[in-house]
């Protein structure tokens, strides 16, 4: 039947531009997606009857919940937010007109993703409740197919990583096995048949081997690959990777036993809602798969932006993240007997607290068992909070760096707070 003219929310409207009605595959898609509950009430409709009067529902599970007043950022504090986080202005600025088609929203988590792979796992805060917060990242740009540019956001990431720090791009996993042995810092087989160049990158990325950044066009096709026999355990592995383990270990048929210290896995991709239809089930919104990827889709006032015609190369900006990189304290280098040393890791100073107390209480009420929330969001609701210290680590980082006149270690303000908030809230929407 026709829709013109029929008012639609947005995510109907991404259904219904991937999805064919009149394919089997697509239909079926659709019934995983929707589930069987909405499935049946969408046939209970008789489509050759008037549409029916809609009442106006305030427990829709679409709404996006508010937060309090209270919490909210006042017109000062986003004022205060403004004066933070340059380097990300100034890649924003450079990306959204070399890609002027791409949502803002995506360079914002492509320029976070190259701070936190140039971190690595060297900072981080002791909460209050006795947490380790590193300020790595899992960030998945979902939007459709062609329209969004997706791919060339990441392209522009991929050219100041490539450009500033390479070693810190992990080469694509192969099997679960060739991925625990790249995070255990273990050399490919063929590492003498490699360039010199290549070789001199891999070994350089060996120091910081589970502290390196996956690069990934096509996500989906990584989860995809999960679900495949000689994949088995990845999930479980990129899962625990997310939470920084100190040690890890795990006994290969064919490396013997490899050990990963100090990880700090960042991952960056793009994926379209009918790729993850395909690639994704249910469980993934409840197993803890997809509550630690930050999903980002396109800004709601999402506008194209006058295209840079002539071409800029990112060498100041590159400049900045490499500094970063480098004001850090390397991994030290195995000793004479080959042993290797833990990773010296900063622990910062906050003053952020009271506000980070009042924005995870305001998260937790809207999970509370008798919201309105839609059951697959409570567990991302509940890292939130978590999500947004790792972003204020990050721009007190890049502040400090760009500060020639920095105190010897980078401090998180109040300021890197609402900034970070702000950030989170745009991608709660």
């Not at 999930?235 to 990777?241: D, F, G, P, S, W």
Request: contains cysteine; hydrophobic residues 40%; aromatic residues 8%.
């Amino acid at each position: 039947l026709p829709y013109d003219g029929v008012p639609l929310s947005p995510i109907t409207q991404l259904l219904l531009a991937q999805l064919d009605p009149k394919s089997p595959d697509d239909v079926q898609i659709l019934r995983r997606i929707l589930g069987q509950d909405l499935m049946l009430e969408i046939l209970r409709v008789d489509p050759d009857a008037e549409p029916p009067d809609m009442p106006f529902r305030n427990t829709d599970l679409n709404v996006v919940p508010e937060l309090p007043e209270a919490v909210c950022l006042s017109q000062t504090q986003l004022e205060e937010a403004k004066q933070v986080g340059k380097w990300l202005d100034d890649y924003v600025r450079w990306a959204g007109g070399s890609a002027n088609e791409t949502p803002l929203n995506f360079h914002v988590g492509a320029g976070l993703y190259l701070a936190a792979i140039a971190v690595g796992r060297r900072l981080y805060i002791q909460t209050p409740w006795r947490q380790q917060v590193f300020p790595n990242l899992y960030i998945m740009i979902v939007a459709i197919s062609t329209y969004y540019r997706k791919s060339a956001g990441l392209s522009l990431a991929n050219e100041v990583a490539r450009t500033a720090i390479p070693h810190m791009i992990m080469p694509q996993p192969g099997s679960p096995e060739n991925f625990m042995s790249m995070l255990g810092g273990i050399l490919p087989p063929n590492f003498s048949e490699i360039p010199q160049q290549d070789r001199a990158r891999l070994e350089k990325g060996n120091r910081y081997a589970a502290q390196r950044g996956l690069l990934r066009d096509e996500l989906s096709g990584l989860f995809k690959s999960m679900g495949k026999d000689y994949m088995a355990g990845l999930k479980e592995l990129i899962m625990t990777l997310y939470d920084c383990p100190v040690y890890l270990d795990s006994n290969t048929n064919n490396k013997g036993l490899v050990v990963i210290r100090d990880a700090a896995l960042s991952i960056l991709g793009a994926a379209t809602p009918a790729e993850l239809g395909h690639s994704l089930s249910t469980a993934d919104w409840y197993n803890g798969n997809l509550v630690r990827f930050s999903l980002l889709t396109p800004e709601t006032d999402y506008r194209e932006r006058t295209a840079d015609f002539e071409s800029k190369a990112p060498t100041e900006l590159a400049h900045r993240i490499r500094k970063l990189h480098e004001k850090l304290p390397e991994p030290p280098l195995p000793d004479a007997l080959g042993e290797k040393k833990d990773t010296v890791a900063w622990s910062l100073s906050a003053d952020i607290w009271p506000q980070v107390h009042a924005y995870e209480q305001a998260l937790r009420t809207m999970t509370a068992p008798n919201a309105n929330l839609d059951d697959r969001l409570r567990a991302i609701y509940g890292r939130m909070h978590v999500q947004a210290i790792k972003i204020a680590i990050l721009f007190a980082a890049l502040d400090w760096a760009d500060d020639d006149n920095a105190s010897p270690h980078p401090k998180v303000k109040v300021a890197h707070w609402y900034r970070a908030q702000q950030i989170t809230e745009e991608w709660r929407a």
